[in-house]
């Protein structure tokens, strides 16, 4: 059970944000802003209280506070960003977390690890090893879970972003598969959801209590995800999907 969510407002230069999807478009900031907004109500209609943090100017990609920390129900993470123009979203995430959370670990470099590639199923947290996180950083954070008693696995990803891009847990023994990571062998145990390559986007939603959110757009998934029987919240991403950030990234949830 969540309780709280933490989300950071998309900045105006948001519009110079990493893409591997140029031909999207640049993001219109007014209408980022409004599905923002409702990103924050359906947190809030799932029982979260949401703590928003003001936009981080110079950071184009800061609204994606998933990647700076991961939480865990023993302590708080801060990560390392592998990409230049994100490192400095940490800053201040420890004392921020740290009202939160009773200890607060951190990655060191040469570690990079992006909360984006951690996903939490139970006590244990499978690690995508990305482009943004990096054996290191694995290491680290595995080392940091076992001493919490808990557990962490790294997992050898398809080339994606990040290893949420193409799986979510959705709970209950739910799992979003998109086709790509249809052959890790990890995940064979779960039922699972299959996301074909035209809805790859769909592979990210979040279960939040009650509910799980997903992107507006994507019929077959929304019928197959609807089919288990979990109450959906649909939400426009437009804005978000063209600098390649989708529902996980945009909030830190505990
Ligand atoms: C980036 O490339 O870092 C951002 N444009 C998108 C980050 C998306 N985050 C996520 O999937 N957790």
Redesign the pocket.
């Known amino acids: 059970m969540f309780t709280k969510a933490i989300v950071r407002r998309p900045a105006r230069f948001m519009i110079n944000?990493?893409?591997a999807h140029p031909e999207l478009g640049k993001p219109d900031h007014e209408l980022a802003v409004r599905q923002h907004d409702a990103y924050i109500a359906a947190l809030e209609r799932c029982g979260l209280s949401v703590e928003v943090l003001p936009a981080l100017e110079g950071y184009p990609?800061s609204c994606?506070v998933?990647?700076v920390a991961v939480c865990t129900r023993r302590f708080a993470l801060v990560t390392l960003?592998r990409?230049k123009s994100?490192s400095g979203e940490i800053a201040g995430m420890d004392v921020l977390l740290g009202r939160h959370f009773p200890v607060i670990e951190s990655i060191k470099a040469p570690g990079t690890l992006?909360?984006?590639d951690v996903m939490m199923i139970g006590d244990a947290f499978y690690i995508g090893l990305s482009s943004?996180t990096n054996a290191e950083g694995a290491r680290q954070f595995i080392g940091h879970l076992e001493r919490y008693g808990l557990e962490g696995h790294t997992v050898c990803m398809p080339p994606t972003?990040?290893l949420?891009?193409g799986l979510s847990y959705l709970e209950d023994g739910w799992l979003l598969v998109e086709s790509a990571f249809a052959g890790l062998a990890e995940f064979s145990g779960f039922k699972r959801i299959d996301i074909m390559p035209a809805e790859a986007y769909a592979a990210?939603c979040i279960r939040i209590n009650d509910f799980a959110i997903v992107p507006a757009g994507y019929p077959k998934a929304l019928a197959d995800i609807k089919a288990t029987g979990i109450p959906v919240i649909e939400l426009d991403m437009s804005e978000f999907r063209k600098?390649?950030?989708?529902l996980?990234?945009l909030s830190l949830r505990f």
Not at 243 to 246: A, K, L, Q, R, Y
């Open positions: 944000g990493i893409t990609d994606f998933e990647d960003p990409e994100r992006e909360g984006g943004r972003l990040h949420k891009s990210n600098i390649d950030g989708s996980t990234c």
